[in-house]
Structures are given as C-alpha cells and as structure tokens.
C-alpha cells in the first residue's frame, strides 16, 4: 500500500514541478491548479498517516525512539518556520555509534515516534547499512590502510630442510570519499502545515527515498568521487573460488547452493573470520528455499511454512540492493566502517526560485558518508554459483 501512495504522491510532485514551469498561465488559474495538487497532496499525506496509525498497534512500545520526520515537526526549527520560512533540521542520531552490533539502526532512522503512535514501515526493508560499524568524522575524505594478502605456508620440516616461504601483500592506502547523498522535492502550503501529515511525507517519501539509495550505494557504488565504494566493487572482497579456497573437487553430482554455501562460510572460518552474516537477492533466497531432495520434498520450509533464514548457522540477510545471483558472506566488523560526516539533514524553504509567489515550499533531505573496507580479506563475495574446474583459479 505504501509504495503505491508513493508512486501517486511521485505523480502529484511532477505535476507541481510541471506547473512552476509553465509560461502563458494565468496567476489565478495557476493558483487554482495547485490549490487542486495541494489537497490531493495533502490527502494522499494523510493515507499515508493513517497506514502508519495501523500499523503501531501491531508494534511494541520502545522508549523514546523517534524518526527525523517526528525530530523535525518537534524541533524548534519547524516552530520557527512560521515566522522566518525557513527550517533546518540535523538529526544527531545518525553518527552516534560505533560497533556493528550497536550501529546506526535504519529502524531508528525511518521509523516514526512510536510514542506518538506512527510507525513509517517501507515495503522494501533496508538492512544493508545495519550490518556495518559506524565511526563520526569531520573531514571529508579518510585516509586508511587496506590490508593485504597472507599466504602462510608455515610447515614443519626436517632437519635440514627447505624451509617453505610465506608470501604477504604489503597493506596499501586507501581513501574513503565523503560523499553526498540528497534530493529535494516542492511540496505545498497545505501539506506544510498539516504536522502529522508532513511527518508521514518526510519519513515514508524522503527519508526512505535516501536510504534505500545509500543501501543499493553500499552494494553497488564504483568508489569515485560522486559514489560510496560497494561491497562488490572490485579489491573489497575476495573470491574464494578465484582464489582456490573453493574448488569444484569440494562438491558432489547432488550437491545445492545451500552446500556451497557451507564451503564458503568454512574458507572464511579457516582465515580466523567468523561469518556474520550471508548477503542475497531475495530472488536467490527464494530460489534456495524451493530447492527439494531427491524425492520432491523441500529442503528448507516448504509452502506451508517459512524457511528460518540461517544457513548453516550464518544469518541470511536479504535485499532487493544486492545484484542477483551474487552473493557477500563475510564480518563487517572486521571488513569495513562507514565514517558519518553529516547526519541526516531535513531544510525546509519558501525562499526557492518562484516558491514564494507560487505559495510552495522545497523540501530537502540529505546525508554525507563514506565507507572504508579495511580488510577485503574478511569478507568473501562474487558469482553465486557452484564452482567448475574452468571457473576455479
């Protein structure tokens, strides 16, 4: 329901956009155009409100949790908006941790004041950013050390012996590029000045928007100047088929995924790294639940129950962000930080372009971060596919 109130509110915010452009309209037929898009704006707000309303009370109660939406309507900023126009709003929260297992919750950051009883819940989940260790910065680059490569091939020998050599790739310097991530829409008086509704809007519509960007940023980004640098992007992970970890000596005619998935977490175990966590499609995770044995019969769940997302001990984690059929298995406490250099940004202004005469208002989020993959090593990644003997390095 949610995402289709996006689209129809997407529809109403290129209209308003379509409008301000416009030339030959008169003033008062503009006027009665947006007077029209702003009550179906601030309706569609609403719908969204109330789809947020029903869903607290199938929610626990948690403290004084509050979403940047709920920070903003309550922040003296947005009491000020009256009088001044403008509002700007940081909300803190975004930068204050610092370990993967009390990191930066996407919950606490797009989830509404449950006190107040909102719960903003996207259809789409963002998990991705929830897996990674979180460190504040003020500059907007961070140099750090990349680790490299051991080969240990310590061995006892005999007297006398050749003694085997081990081979280390010396550790390089690497640059995590702070990064902005932002985008801004024109929403109307009505809609300004209706607090919860607006609250809704903010979370549901540009929050979201914002995150499920750095999310797919996090999987997916090249590591320039303008992108985060992803997990899959080359150098952040290793290979272990590439690499000979894996082989396809490992596995059997009958052998699944769900065994290669075994060898992989067991390949990261034997470097000293226990696994955190397996990062999928959910089209792969669908496609590794309806796998059946040799008689027809599910091997994990089946259609009248829910497959437990673990293998083999290691949580599955999926997102529509991860590219289909590739897959990350690895700790992220040991492979990467994001460094948060600005938390999540909520600025609001009639002083924009012909806003003031058109009685709009621009809405604007934004966030800046970078991401550091210290040790590649710890973090396994590439085709999810049961090696053959061409595809073995």
Do not use: C
């Not at 719908?47 to 004084?64: F, I, N, R, V």
């Not at 997990?231 to 992970?237: E, F, K, M, R």
């Not at 406490?333 to 938390?343: F, P």
Request: aromatic letters at 6%.
């Amino acid at each position: 329901m949610n995402e289709e109130l996006n689209k129809l509110l997407s529809e109403i915010d290129a209209k308003i956009e379509n409008l301000t452009k416009e030339k030959g309209v008169s003033e008062k037929a503009l006027k009665e155009q947006l007077d029209k898009l702003g009550a179906e704006q601030l309706k569609l707000a609403k719908a969204l409100q109330e789809s947020e309303q029903k869903l607290a009370s199938a929610m626990p109660q948690e403290g004084d949790n509050q979403s940047v939406g709920a920070a903003f309507i309550k922040s003296k900023s947005f009491a000020d908006f009256g009088s001044n126009r403008k509002a700007m709003f940081t909300f803190q929260k975004a930068a204050s941790t610092t370990t993967a297992s009390n990191t930066l919750e996407l919950a606490n950051v797009v989830a509404p004041d449950r006190k107040d009883g909102i719960v903003a819940m996207p259809d789409r989940p963002l998990v991705i950013e929830s897996l990674f260790p979180h460190v504040p910065t003020q500059s907007n680059s961070v140099e750090y050390l990349k680790e490299g490569v051991m080969t240990n091939n310590a061995a006892v020998v005999a007297e006398a012996g050749n003694k085997p050599e081990s081979t280390f790739t010396a550790p390089s310097l690497a640059n995590a590029n702070i990064v902005t991530v932002a985008h801004w829409t024109r929403i109307t008086r009505q809609l300004s000045a209706d607090a919860p509704a607006l609250q809704a809007y903010i979370n549901q519509k540009m929050i979201y928007g914002l995150q499920s960007k750095i999310d797919a940023q996090l999987v997916t980004g090249n590591g320039s100047t303008t992108q985060l640098d992803g997990l899959l992007n080359t150098g952040n992970y290793v290979d272990p088929v590439t690499a000979g970890y894996v082989t396809a000596a490992d596995f059997g005619n009958n052998d699944t995924l769900i065994d290669f998935v075994a060898e992989v977490a067991a390949a990261l175990e034997d470097k000293a790294v226990v696994p955190q966590f397996i990062l999928l499609n959910p089209k792969d995770w669908t496609a590794l639940s309806r796998l059946k044995d040799g008689q027809k019969r599910f091997i994990l769940g089946g259609p009248q129950s829910v497959a437990n997302k673990v293998l083999w001990g290691v949580p599955v984690k999926t997102s529509a962000a991860m590219t289909r059929s590739k897959y990350v298995l690895g700790n992220l406490t040991l492979g990467a930080t994001i460094y948060d250099r600005q938390a999540l940004e909520v600025a609001m202004s009639e002083s924009d372009g012909s806003n003031f005469t058109q009685n709009l208002i621009t809405l604007r989020v934004e966030r800046r971060l970078g991401v550091a993959h210290e040790q590649p090593a710890a973090v396994h990644g590439g085709d999810f596919v049961i090696p053959t003997a061409s595809n073995n390095g």
